[in-house]
């Protein structure tokens, strides 16, 4: 609830009293401190605004303190703030006000944010604004805290303040702790005392970042349900640590934790439903926790073991050589997975043909990423992972550009490879995102539209991007391509046109997209 609807609030309720015939005084301004003035029985019908000096009394709905406590913990910070400078009640319970937001974006002027400055005298002025605002509260009450710590640089002492501030305000009852500190290097060791000895209790979601935590002892925090850390120097047995007893845990994200070579997930968080592992140059992932359904992997080379975990149905994987390793792997590893995304950075081989089976897999998205890995790829060798897929249902392929030295096709069609024994009964929508004339492409398109049986939507988009503008001229534009990918963008067009277009059949809606016309110009 911002200012506005608690001024609506207060509206509703002059307009009931005066239909009681209990007449009031209109308030001239809009703002709260003006519908909060004067007070008889309740804390905001007592306090006064001077205007020219006079003593001017508002009216305010006649309601408990209690009540008044509790619209004010619902307004958000900067506005609780203003309102605890006009009213003597709410300066009360902004003193155990539970939502503690200490961000560029609440703390610093408007030019400091538009400029986005951060030098000595800004830093200072921000960490002295939250320090004022921290001094004046009783610690009591809270529930949330997100602080955004800058290190004023070359201090002699770059943590004093933070220190100080964690040990007001995270309490018994903090159910919330968000901190990111600033630079990345930053050395801060977090005081893991605090967590075990004030809110084991209570703490449910806990994001780090950027800074040292090193547990030597079990903490305990068995209330414990998200933990995300990025670029947090922890090592496994530290994490161990730091999860013993944690059997709420629903969610764990690891970023950038370098520092972790050997991870393993103990069978004991039974709860765990979202695991993510992204770039934290791991070794070896044992994952032994039995009801995880959701799995993001980003890292290279890792030695990868699914213990006694078989429930995952959304799984997303980067690996060197992603696709192979899937094949290989994961029907035995992940028996349930529905749906199976791939980032690959290079494949060595094409995709294997494979008597394994992906029993449940329903959607399938691929990346191939990199400028030059994937120029030889046989593209028409994906068909081994339909055939893996009885239930198959979208596939979605994203080709990186690379520059034009592809084995484009033009010329006989009877030279084109056919797979006609392969039936896909179940695939409907298909899109191949960065699509080109490559051979081995022009043939996997009209494989889909000759076996795909059940097919309803065959998109084939010959520009590389992520993502496209609206039309709109005020909504954000494509993202830049370089000339020559665009050149190539029409040559794909006129491609599809001549070797595919006529395999497409009256129940298939086949959408072919090209060089956004309102960003692109050649």
Known sequence: MGLMALNR?????????????????????????????K?????????????????????????????????????????????????????SSWKCYPNLTFTNETMCSKEDLCMRTTGS?????????????????????????RLEYYVIPHDAEPYHHLTSWLQIAVTPGIEQLHLTLSPRDATFNFPCMLLSERCHGSIQYLHLANL????????????????????????????GCLLSHSFALAHLRLQYCHDIIRLQIPCLLQRLRFLEVLECSLEVLEINAPNISRFRLMDFNVQLSFGK???????????????????????????????????????????????????????????????????????LSLVSLFDASPLLERFVLFVSPVQSKYDWFEGDLSSLRQMSEHRHHNLKN??????????SMVELARHILENATSLECLTLDTTPTSYRCSGDILARKCPPLETAYI????????????????????????????????????
């Open 309 to 379: 975990s078989r429930k995952m149905k959304n799984l997303m994987l980067n690996n060197s050589c992603g696709i192979s390793y899937a094949i290989d792997n994961l029907p035995s590893c992940a028996p349930k997975v529905e749906t199976l995304t791939i980032h690959s950075s290079y494949e060595i081989i094409n995709a294997p043909v494979t008597s394994s089976k992906f029993r449940h897999l329903k959607i399938l998205i691929i990346y191939l990423l990199g400028l030059h890995s994937h120029r030889d790829y046989d593209y």
């Open 39 to 91: 007070r008889n029985r309740s804390p905001c019908r007592q306090d006064i605004n001077s205007h020219g000096g006079k003593k001017v009394r508002y009216p305010g709905p006649d309601l408990p303190e209690d009540i008044w406590r509790h619209i004010h913990f619902l307004l958000p910070m900067q506005d609780a703030a203003r309102a605890a400078r006009i009213s003597q009640s709410f300066r």
């Open 487 to 522: 050149r190539d963008a029409y040559k794909s067009i006129l491609a599809v046109r001549t070797y595919i277009e006529g395999k497409v059949n009256s129940t298939v809606k086949l959408n072919l997209l090209g060089p956004c016309s309102r960003c692109y110009a050649l």
């Open 121 to 145: 005298n800004v830093i200072r002025d921000y960490n002295n604004k939250i320090d004022h605002v921290l001094r004046n509260h009783s610690g009591a009450g809270v529930k949330k805290l």
């Open 430 to 439: 298909v899109k191949i995102s960065g699509f080109c004339p490559q051979k």
């Open 9 to 37: 609030l207060i509206s509703r309720q002059r307009e009931q009293k005066q239909k009681r015939n209990r007449g009031r005084i209109e308030a001239n301004n809009g703002w709260i401190a003006s519908s909060l003035a």
């Open 212 to 239: 040292d935590l090193h547990p030597t002892f079990q903490l305990g925090l068995r209330t414990l349900k998200t933990l995300h850390l990025y670029n947090v120097h922890i090592t496994g047995g530290e994490l």
